[in-house]
């Protein structure tokens, strides 16, 4: 992708002015992180950004930070993914320390409370973006088991209630037997 490797100073910045200028958790920290990387700065394919965000997502803790960790090493290392998470994670210790020294303040001050109501607003339709993204890219290889799988899981936690964390087992599972048997077949053919 990028004709150089990516600055260390470039990967904190980047990832600090994300952090800082966005609201809403991780779901929205992630789509700024993948135009960034994958569009603006060219440092990953989409493709790869989306496998990422992928794991990330998968594994325990928040988003934005386990995606940190992955993207920052990919790109620079150890040195890079602790890049990477401080420049995540320094913002919202800061917004979240001042706030907790006047909670009681905000928690009582009607005109923040009517700004936070709006912003869920944007909040939602970044959170879309990121899953119409995530969903054209697997419609778009035309393989059925992961598109299977994507409509099997929003049927279960939707209209199901099942367990998140079961349906990203058991879709993790389906796609392991699934790329195990795809490669015994190619290794036949």
Not at 78 to 102: H, K, N, R
Not at 161 to 175: T, Y
Request: aromatic residues 10%.
């Amino acid at each position: 992708m990028a004709s150089s490797k990516p600055k260390l100073s470039t990967l904190f910045l980047s990832v600090l002015k994300i952090s800082a200028f966005t609201f809403g958790g991780g779901y929205v920290i992630v789509p700024l992180m993948r135009k960034r990387f994958s569009e603006e700065l060219q440092w990953v394919a989409e493709e790869e950004m989306l496998d990422m965000i992928a794991i990330a997502q998968s594994a325990p803790g928040p988003i934005a930070v386990n995606t940190s960790i992955i993207l920052g090493y990919r790109l620079l290392g150890i040195e890079g993914a602790l890049a990477s998470v401080l420049g995540t994670a320094i913002p919202p210790l800061v917004v979240l320390t001042l706030i907790s020294m006047f909670y009681q303040a905000f928690r009582e001050n009607t005109w923040i409370a009517a700004l936070l109501n709006a912003m869920r607003a944007g909040v939602a339709a970044v959170i879309v973006d990121v899953v119409w993204t995530m969903a054209a890219n697997i419609v778009k290889k035309r393989k059925p088991t992961p598109i299977l799988l994507m409509v099997a899981a929003f049927v279960a936690v939707w209209f199901f209630k099942v367990n998140i964390i079961l349906v990203l087992i058991s879709c993790g599972l389906v796609g392991f037997f699934d790329a195990a048997l795809s490669a015994r077949k190619e290794a036949k053919a």
